[in-house]
């Protein structure tokens, strides 16, 4: 569209996520262009070379850069603290991927830096832009649930490949929960709208016998507000899957293994989202004679070409971070909110390791 600001922006990571990111900026009127730096060089020149964009040799070259307004922050978890704050003190905007970082103090440095520096800090939950979970999020807010009371998620999915290092090591990826389920917990606590209070999670000795951190939990947390959520996770038992997750995953993990629900109860009504079998549905409680009722409202599904927007929406996230950056205004996602569900992320895993509820106000 002509009028629109257009501002340059630079990819910091340049992994599997750094180019899914760059495929959407690249299409993007609002990207005038984008330098990508990497540590491995070999990464940063594969980018150079098949999308013919900007390389920095050292990340200073990122950030003494006036032309740089955003950056991108793609690199494995360990490096998010040191990228994010480097990036907020030389005045750049940051988006950030999920999760903020390895430990709560990193963390916690990160929503400082950008407190101090009055900076622009985004965390990158995507699912917040999903139009299966904003569908929920809408429902909420009409009223059409009433006040949630509770969620369930069941998560199954298949094995990270066995080289993918930095994900299973703790100290590199920070734990499971992180770096997988802050995604599922992040929407239950958007959905809610509220502070959770106490969190309890449980393991099974691994299946996978190389993951340093947990494959599996069983994890419920309670909200001030009263409500209660639990979320069931195993990796491992879905048919083995070696695609890119972030590309055309739907398609080809429905009906091997994989599973993907929420069932969301209000005091007016329910919802229930099913990545694998695309549907979402809404029912309405009510009473007769006989006692309660339910009816159906809403049954809806969804073509298989609009997976990426009903799933993980980073398309849409990365553009209207760059539109939110170019125009001036605030980040979608309070960098204190992000911060939350990273503290409830390192409360569950406390929880496992400890075998005890932990109250999140232990954390801060
Ligand atoms: N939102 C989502 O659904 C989603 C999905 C996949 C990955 N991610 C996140 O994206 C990030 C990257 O994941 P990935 O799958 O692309 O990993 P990857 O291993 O494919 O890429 C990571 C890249 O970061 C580079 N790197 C590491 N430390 C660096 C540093 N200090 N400076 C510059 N570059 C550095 C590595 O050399 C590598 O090229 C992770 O934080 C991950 O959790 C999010």
Redesign the pocket.
Known sequence: MSGEKAIEVAI?????????ILRTLQNSSRVRAITV????LE??EELKATFGVKSAPA?EDVLQDPAIKLVF????????R??TVAALEAGKAVM????MATTIPDAQAMVEAAERTNGFLQI????RYSHLYTTVKDWIARGLLGRVLNTQCTYCSSAWGRH?V??VASKT?GGMF??KLS?YVDLVRWWIGDEVEEVYATCAPNVIPYYEVHDNYHCSYRFKNGAVSHLTFMMGPAASFKGD??QNAVSQQTGDGHVLRYMIYGEKGAAETDVFQRTIKRWEFGEDDYGQTSKWIQNETWDPENDFAYF?N?HDQALDIVRRVAEGECPSINPRDALETTQLCFAAELSAAEKRPVRLDELK
């Open positions: 910091l990571g340049c992994g599997k996520m750094g180019q899914n730096f990497d540590r491995n990464h940063m990340l922050v793609t690199a494995s978890n360990n490096a998010h040191e990228l950030c991927e999920k999760p990158g939950f995507e699912l993918d930095w994900r990826s992180g770096e995604h997750p972030l993980h980073t």
